[in-house]
């Protein structure tokens, strides 16, 4: 699939894809059903190393003055003071919210659009907050997996005010082709359930997919990258494959 049709999948907002833990609404002729609910609101300081970014994407702290997103949501490599991230809140209007500028952003070497989805921020100064470590094997690539974000609450709609969080469990590489033909094996992971109902959506990008390792620590597993809709039955999230790229993030960290 060229990256025209992907940057399609899930509504672009500020020139970026940009990708929440959802819920899906009752349709005219089941309203008298109760709805399916994909997201609910977290707890302050439950994920304390979430962070949002001014362009409408996600991210997480990686380290406290670098935040790793999605390479979609970033420019090009370089200087770069126009992204605020803000940390600290599950709600964006508390007085108590971290809020600082970047310096630098620096994309996915041969990123264009196919695969290759993750990005750093460097930070003006750090914040004092947990990190989420990066998985660096193929071994926390299965189970079940949390998902954050402040995107939309159904496909279409605005942007929240409180993080929201929900569960999706992990999807085979030879299942998630039957949706994404596409799908990049090795460099993608797909997420999500076979009726819908729960997902990323549109103001998710570049959040973390995450579950706890075997010390019962988070372990970042994806970042959220695309899909087709948000919480579509047959049509999971499709997120880039962290372990696969852990060591050019963790080098390209030590360059900044």
Not at 86 to 105: E, F, N, Q, Y
């Amino acid at each position: 699939m060229n990256k025209f049709v992907r940057a399609l999948k899930r509504c672009a907002v500020v020139g970026a894809v940009v990708l929440a833990a959802v819920s899906l609404q009752p349709s005219s002729a089941s309203a008298a059903a109760p709805p399916v609910v994909g997201g609910t609101r977290a707890a302050q300081g439950e994920f304390p190393f979430m962070v949002r970014l001014s362009m409408g994407c996600g991210g997480s702290l990686l380290t406290q003055q670098i935040v790793l997103t999605a390479a979609h949501c970033v420019g090009a490599s370089g200087n770069n003071t126009s992204i605020t991230a803000t940390a600290g809140v599950v709600d964006l209007r508390s007085s108590s919210a971290i809020k600082v500028r970047s310096t630098k952003v620096l994309r996915a070497p041969g990123y264009n659009g196919d695969g290759k989805d993750w990005a750093l921020i460097k930070l003006a100064q750090p914040i004092n907050l947990p990190t989420l470590k990066i998985a660096e094997t193929t071994a926390y690539n299965n189970g079940t997996f949390t998902v954050a974000g402040w995107g939309a609450a159904r496909e279409g709609g605005a942007q929240q005010r409180y993080l929201l969080k929900a569960q999706v469990p992990f999807v085979s590489d030879a299942s998630c082709r039957q949706s994404y033909p596409s799908l990049i094996a090795g460099e993608e992971i797909c997420a999500g359930f076979p009726q819908g109902g729960v997902d990323t959506c549109q103001g998710d990008s570049g959040g973390p997919m995450f579950r706890r390792d075997n010390a019962g620590a988070w372990i970042q597993v994806g970042i959220v990258s695309w899909g087709q809709g948000c919480a579509r039955p047959d049509y999971p999230g499709v997120y880039t494959e962290v372990s696969t790229f852990a060591s050019a993030i963790k080098s390209a960290a030590a360059t900044l």
